[in-house]
């Protein structure tokens, strides 16, 4: 275990601050300055390869798109720093560790919900912007001012798909989930609970499993003893779903068109996604062209998780140019609680104070997708201050 900096050492790292080497870095090439950014990302296993790789590959791709940018007349560039968390609560405590007094980084962000919130008395206590992505609503508040949900939250997500099925599905009058038992897996599945019932769509309950499971067959038969007309579900238990004969609707947070291949097409007709997706007819320019470079670059569908970071290091990037500053914490936050950004998807900003207490959730066009044939296809659209005012209607009670 690495041993915390002596006091001499914190000395020169104050020293170091004091002379401007903290969040802007050093001056590098023709007097260009580096941003450090840490990223905690699990980097092995199924979350490694799900999850982290796809975040990395799209933060690397936004930096080289995004290049030089001017910061109160200094020209700055971003250095990313990635560590692996491990999808964990340890995880996520050792590379927030590493990333604040080593890498000495003033902004951060934490994958999974289990080690951000690990990571997040760590970040408050030593005043560093923390994006916890993948975590619930109490991870936020008056008391946790450094703390942001830096892509889409839940309750808007799960509002817009429970909003679409009551609309488009009258005949499904039941709902249930089967979701990994960690901190996102808990999230994801009551949000879903909540918007159900308020559309009137009877809740079956939520079946939980460990986030290491490989075998869905006794998930998919907890489901299929319940029979709801629609189940949240990870996508690997359709095909034993199937084999038992059931013949629901299932939906998931996430797509790939690998899902569709691994699954069978023929098995996930009208399955559901209802976070925004880098897919389908519609999307805007920007988000097409840097889809195909990052497609050319990587050799890999550009999916879902690569299409958040790609949006967060872009608005990111805008919000210090507003704030005037890369090393004013302050000045940052108040700027990011205020302000709208321009991304690849369009404005986004953060809101819902009525929620979290706080306003620190990111908010930005919600859409619902179907997959029909070997197609995904926008069912839904539906804009930032729409979702934002159902979403407190639906949760805020």
């Known amino acids: ?80 720093i990635f560590e692996d968390n491990g999808w964990s609560s340890q995880g996520g405590v050792a590379s927030a560790t590493k990333l604040i007094f080593e890498d000495k980084v003033n902004i ?36 946790k001012p450094h703390t942001f949900q830096p892509s889409p939250c839940a309750p808007p997500q799960a509002a817009a798909l429970f909003k679409y099925v009551s609309e488009a599905h009258p005949e499904m009058k039941t709902a249930a989930a089967a979701s990994d038992d960690t901190v996102s897996g808990h999230m994801f599945a009551e949000a879903a609970a909540m918007a159900a019932e308020y559309y009137g769509i009877e809740w079956l309950g939520t079946e939980y499993y460990s986030p290491d499971v490989v075998e869905f067959y006794p998930v998919a038969t907890k489901i299929a003893s319940k029979n709801p007309d629609i189940c949240y579900t990870d996508p690997r238990a359709i095909v034993p779903l199937r084999e038992m004969g059931w013949e629901g609707t299932t939906c998931f947070s ?28 519609g999307l805007p320019e920007p988000v097409i062209e840097i889809a195909a470079e990052y497609e050319q670059r990587f050799g890999v569908e550009f999916s879902q998780m690569s299409y958040y970071s790609v949006i967060e290091l872009y608005y990111l990037t805008d919000a210090l140019k507003k704030a005037g500053t890369v090393d004013d914490v302050d000045k940052i936050i108040a700027t990011l609680e205020t302000e709208t950004f321009d991304s690849p ?20 066009p919600c859409y619902v997708g179907e997959i029909r044939g070997e197609e995904y296809n926008i069912v839904l659209e539906m804009s930032t201050d729409e979702a934002e005012a159902l979403t407190v209607e639906i949760f805020g009670k």
């Open 345 to 364: 998807v369009g404005p986004v900003r953060f809101g819902l104070k009525e929620l979290d207490g706080i306003g620190h959730q990111l908010l930005m």
């Open 1 to 80: 275990m690495k041993k915390w900096p002596s006091v001499v050492a914190i000395f020169i790292l104050s020293v170091a601050l004091v002379l401007g080497v903290g969040c802007g870095g050093g001056e590098g090439a023709e007097g260009v300055r580096e941003v450090k950014f840490g990223v905690g990302l699990p980097q092995r296993g199924i979350w490694g390869a799900m999850v982290g790789t796809p975040i990395k590959q799209g933060y690397e791709l936004a930096n080289d798109l995004i290049g030089e940018f001017t910061v109160a007349g200094q020209r700055y560039k971003w250095n990313l």
């Open 108 to 143: 951060m962000l934490q994958v999974g919900g289990d080690a951000p919130l690990a990571a997040e008395p760590i970040c408050e206590q030593s005043g560093v912007i923390l994006f916890a992505m993948g975590t619930p609503l109490d991870t936020f508040g008056q008391d």
């Open 254 to 281: 996430w797509w790939a068109s690998d899902i569709g291949v691994g699954m069978g097409w023929e098995n996930i007709q009208g399955h559901l996604v209802y976070y925004p997706m880098p897919f389908g007819e």
